[in-house]
């Protein structure tokens, strides 16, 4: 992918808890099921919304609609095994390559603030802005996609479609239960913060993208 996704940055001040949540969500990259449940969730996310991104747009949000799928099946596998859903089992040996520089991304994330961070901190009841918004707004593109989803989003059937991507992914985790390992529970502020918004993430991206 073009950029180390959010939950990996979070947590690698953590890099016990790094390690063994990289190995829970390397079980599920490596597994060849995984596609079809990745296919599942991106259908189940998408909104029936009247709004036709810009080329400009659909562009900046493409690498987040191919991965947010994944990454929300990752957290929500996280999140159930420390909920004790999933039972606990010995992770795989670590077969980990050694440490190295951090890529520089080649996505552009505004660092700063965005008129609209504030906005979207409230619909999303996060603490934090996910990537693909700092993406947007570094490229002056937040307006567009926010003003036709972002209303979807705090109303009612928004919030219907959230809770049921949440439970769509609760679903599709359930059928991996062999690559439980994670069991940092003092990290479960940083994972609910990603619970939170990646539901919100995929439906905003699914809506926002041409394909």
């Known amino acids: 992918m073009e950029f180390v996704p959010a939950i990996f940055k979070a947590l690698a001040s953590d890099p016990d808890a790094l390690v063994t949540a990289w190995m829970q969500a390397r079980a ?18 998408r909104p029936c919304l009247d709004y036709s991104p810009s080329g400009d747009v659909s562009a900046t949000v493409a690498p987040f609609v191919d991965e947010l799928p994944v990454l929300l099946l990752i957290v929500t596998s996280l999140g159930l095994t420390l909920d004790g859903v ?29 008129r609209l961070f504030d906005e979207i901190r ?12 700092r993406a947007l707004a570094a490229r002056e593109q937040l307006d567009e996609p926010w003003a036709a989803i972002g209303p979807f989003l705090d109303g009612d059937a928004g919030r219907r479609l959230v809770d049921s991507v949440e439970a769509a992914a609760a679903e599709e985790a359930m059928r991996f239960p062999d690559v439980a390992f994670f069991a940092a529970e003092r990290t479960r502020p940083v994972l609910d913060q990603f619970r939170q918004a990646l539901p919100r993430n995929l439906i ?3 809506a926002s993208s041409s394909r």
Do not use: K, N
């Not at 999933?86 to 965005?114: A, F, K, N, T, Y």
């Not at 409230?122 to 918004?133: D, F, L, Q, R």
């Open 28 to 45: 599920l990259y490596d597994d060849p099921r995984v596609s079809q449940a990745l296919e599942r969730l991106r259908e189940h996310a």
């Open 122 to 133: 409230a619909v999303y009841g996060t603490e934090h802005v996910p990537s693909m918004y």
């Open 86 to 114: 999933l039972r606990l089992r010995q992770p795989p040996p670590r077969d980990l390559p050694e440490p190295g520089p951090v890529p520089v991304s080649i996505v552009p994330e505004e660092r700063g603030e965005h």
């Open 204 to 206: 905003f991206a699914s």
